[in-house]
């Protein structure tokens, strides 16, 4: 069973960047894939990348492809989600997820969730 904990969030400008990570419990981080997930006010939760186990493949929304990077470090049990150029429809709380098997884009395929942190773009 996996803990998750996420950090980083704050309230930034538009075009400004913030590294978000998620930080799991447990002896066994390598075996999940890692998703990031976020919910606007009024909206519902949407996909935002997700990252293998191994870190070689990576899958991303439409709408943050060439401005998020996520990653992870196996070793420190952290994944992360590098946000560049962050516009004011970015404003969300972010949460992290964690699988065991293959990369999924849709939450309720996630088994463990953290408790999200708040990202505030002001325009």
């Known amino acids: 069973q996996a803990q998750l904990v996420e950090s980083g969030g704050g309230l930034v400008q538009a075009g400004d960047s913030l590294r978000l990570s998620c930080a799991a419990d447990g002896r066994t981080f390598s075996v999940y894939a890692m998703g990031w997930f976020r919910r606007a006010p009024g909206k519902e939760r949407e996909f935002v990348a997700a990252i293998s186990q191994s870190a070689l493949t990576t899958i991303y929304a439409d709408s943050v492809k060439g401005r998020f990077t996520i990653s992870r470090d196996n070793a420190e049990k952290t994944a992360y989600l590098q946000m560049n150029n962050l516009k004011s429809e970015d404003t969300a709380v972010y949460y992290c997820?964690?699988?065991?098997?293959?990369?999924?884009?849709?939450?309720?395929?996630?088994?463990?969730w953290g408790q999200g942190t708040q990202v505030t773009v002001s325009s």
């Open positions: 997820a964690a699988r065991i098997g293959g990369l999924r884009a849709v939450a309720n395929e996630y088994e463990y």
